[in-house]
């Protein structure tokens, strides 16, 4: 149920004009009720089959790498990363796993798959609009990592006993 509906959200990238973004985060957490009921691994199997269905019926082919690079994963990684020791080693974890994601993502784009004409864009604003972009990226991880977090704590602790009854 939760692949068919991580795969619905991701066919309708094409017709919200943020979804490019928006839709894989949303589509990510809805994985947290699965890692909560059937745990990591069936997550994972969620992940997997809704990151290749997405390749194919996304409409918006970036919003589909988005969610396989790491909107996808991370809220299976969330939780053994929130159990580290140190909560500044947790968020130092949690950024370099974001951060590593997203460039690898990049280089994945411009050098396997060749699609150089990402930076002809980037060119109109300077040579640092890159690393602004990356920052602006840490800044919307943060929000969204917070997000996930209210929603596993709404999940948890309202929905299940109220609705579930667990």
Known sequence: ?????CVSLMFMTGLIPFGTYAIPML???????????????AAVMVYVSVGILSIFVAADKEAAMMFLVFFGYYPILKQPLECLPNR????????????????????FVFYVLGMQ????????????????LLAFG????????????????LYVWWFRPRILRR
């Open 117 to 132: 004409e990402i930076l002809e864009g980037l060119e109109d604003f300077g040579r640092y609009t890159a690393a602004i």
């Open 88 to 107: 500044v080693l947790e968020y130092l974890m949690k950024f370099l796993v974001f951060n590593a994601s997203v460039v690898g993502g990049f280089a």
């Open 1 to 5: 149920m939760f692949s068919a509906l």
């Open 27 to 41: 589509a990510g957490a809805m994985l947290i009720p699965v890692v909560v009921e059937l745990g990591k691994k």
């Open 138 to 153: 840490n800044v919307v991880f943060f929000l969204y990592d917070v997000a996930l977090t209210r929603y596993y704590t």
